[in-house]
């Protein structure tokens, strides 16, 4: 697939690798900087700051913080509109003994970059900022595109709130979204939804001395946690996306101290749905087991200020969503690929969630994924991304909105 004016694939490739090695030092040293700022969920100020002012440096038309606090550049002003989207909080690094490196580091080493964020998510906006910048050396973005690059924050405590916002609020209405989370440079379509769910048992407290004059909460949940692990091998399963899962992630309860029988005893479940299924079944799964007749159960709702302040109370239901393996946006991603690269690339899905979530899941918009990194390297203490899939990401980020165009023009 040749592209007007940039030559054969061999040709346009070789003129992007050698536009985006130009800039690999900056890649290199603005990831290891991001990795260094601790940005955790509501947490981002420090960061959103930092990438400001790459995306400044590199030369984007328009550069703003909105007011849930994402960073967006902007380049070309466009009818059709394209977001990247990159979420650049990390969940936290967990027990510091258990990492070979300091995880604030950005330790680099034989073409490895090391650290929290590093594979999720950070890597992708760094490579956003100068693939854009690229894109616009080589005079890749058609007249009627505009670019959209954005920092999005508070996706790992509630992945597309933000994105959502920023979407339906903010005046960022793209007619298609890129995510950056990390595919191993295949093309992701999808992934499976999700919802957090609550459920409470009452009790009566007494003595601990003498249990029998009341009623433990803890042991009311105990056939229900049974009940839930048994569940988890007869939900349904997906010839794509693969089978829902159910877990207990948290258990709590309240009692009087530690010689008192607990009145209240408190789990929370991570659901993960497949095709077919819906909160609403996944609640009534659990109401339907043995021992949760009496029980209370709920989705949990999110309701966390972001950095600037910006509140907005979201339900904690992350719908299922799946693009059509032969839609014109999975065309474009893998047209895009394999004119860079010389190969088809896999089309697949996310094992985990994504802003997806809210652009395809809840807003419609076509999504689909490309991004640095290997999914088995997110939340672990070996997060880590190799400087190669930096250069591969930022090469197709900068060739994506141009194959999409002409892909689009094509199609619609």
Known sequence: MSLGGVGTDREQATRIRKAVEGYAENIITFLRELIAIPSTSTNEGEGIRRIRLEMERAGFDVVRV?????????????????????????????????????????????????????????????????????????GLLPDDVTLHVAGVVQEEDCDGWAVHEMITTQGIQPECVLLGECTNLQINRGHRGRCEIKVTTKGVSCHASAPSRGVNAIYKMMPIVAGIEELNGRLKNDPFLGRGTIAVTSIECKTGSLNVVPDECTIYVDRRMTVGETTESSIEEIRSLPGAEDAEVSLLTYDSPSYTGYRRTWEKYFPTWVLDEDHPLVEAGVKCAESLFGERPRTSKWVFSTDGTATMGRLGIPTIGFGPGEERHSHSVDDQVSVEHLVRSAMFYALFPRVYRQVAERSF
């Open 66 to 138: 909105d007011a849930v606090g994402n960073v967006i550049g902007t380049m070309g002003s466009g009818p059709r509109k394209i977001l990247y989207d990159s979420h650049i909080d990390t969940v936290g690094v967990g027990d510091r003994a258990a990492w070979k490196w300091d995880p604030f580091q950005g330790k680099y080493e034989n073409g490895i970059i090391y650290g929290r964020g590093a594979s999720d998510n950070k890597a992708a906006i760094a490579c956003m900022v100068w693939g854009a910048r690229v894109m616009k050396d080589l």
